[in-house]
Antibody, heavy 121, light 111 residues
Framework: QLQLQESGPGLVKPSETLSLTCTVS??????????WDWIRQPPGKGLEWIGS???????FYNPSLQSRVTISVDTSNNQFSLKLNSVTATDTAAYYC?????????????WGQGTMVTVSS | QSALTQPASVSGSPGQSITISCTGT?????????VSWYQQHPGKAPKLIIY???SRPSGVSIRFSGSKSGNTASLTISGLQAEDEAVYYC???????????FGGGTQLTVL
């Protein structure tokens, strides 16, 4: 059974860069059937799609975050990563990595447990 | 982009059926059959329960069903059980650039 696990600092200072990694286990990130996505959820609020990457490195982002976001993939370690720069308190959220099915569909079938990131000095 | 519109809360008694609506536009729900629904219990990750408007992943109870009419999608839960108490989110593909829009979430309370 494929599993996703987020890791990274739980506290980031304002104006710095938030960096998270998602490790894929029980399956290959190089599968041609899936994209790998990041989604976040501010405390007590709804979900927001951040961006997506394919094993080839092709990525695309939510236009609202595009200027600050980079998602990368490391197929040798079965991981993909998120970098969000110039963070502010509004970036405080639980960050989830998720697998998205490729094809004539849009849905996230497997999620990581999530990791809480607080932006504070 | 604005989120899809869901009621903040719904409630029902055990054994009853409830329906949660999710309203969008012709750029998202109305234009594509790419609506999915997620169940989130407190402190847990969302779980996929419906995709492509009305398809159920393996292992999801048949008590969960989805539909769509025009710009509004709906999730129906029949035979309510205490374990169904959770927040439910709808999502849809959007052609406005953000790929996916989420609804604001609906808190289901089982009385």
């Amino acid at each position: 059974q494929l599993q996703l696990q987020e890791s990274g600092p739980g506290l980031v200072k304002p104006s710095e860069t938030l960096s998270l990694t998602c490790t894929v286990s029980g399956g290959s990130i190089s599968s041609t059937t899936y994209y790998w996505d990041w989604i976040r959820q501010p405390p007590g609020k709804g979900l927001e799609w951040i961006g997506s990457i394919y094993h080839s490195g092709s990525s695309f982002y939510n236009p609202s975050l595009q200027s600050r976001v980079t998602i990368s993939v490391d197929t040798s370690n079965n991981q993909f990563s998120l970098k969000l720069n110039s963070v502010t308190a509004t970036d405080t959220a639980a960050y989830y990595c998720a697998r998205r099915v490729l094809g004539a569909t849009i849905h996230f079938d497997i999620w990581g447990q999530g990791t809480m990131v607080t932006v504070s000095s | 982009q604005s989120a899809l519109t869901q009621p903040a809360s719904v409630s029902g008694s055990p054994g009853q059926s409830i329906t949660i609506s999710c309203t969008g536009t012709s750029s998202d729900i109305g234009g594509y059959n790419y609506v999915s629904w997620y169940q989130q219990h407190p402190g847990k990750a969302p779980k996929l329960i419906i995709y492509d408007v009305s398809s159920r992943p393996s292992g999801v109870s048949i008590r969960f069903s989805g539909s769509k009419s025009g710009n509004t999608a709906s999730l129906t839960i029949s035979g309510l059980q205490a374990e169904d108490e959770a927040v439910y989110y709808c999502t849809s593909y959007t052609n406005t650039g953000a790929l996916v829009l989420f609804g604001g979430g609906t808190q289901l309370t089982v009385l």
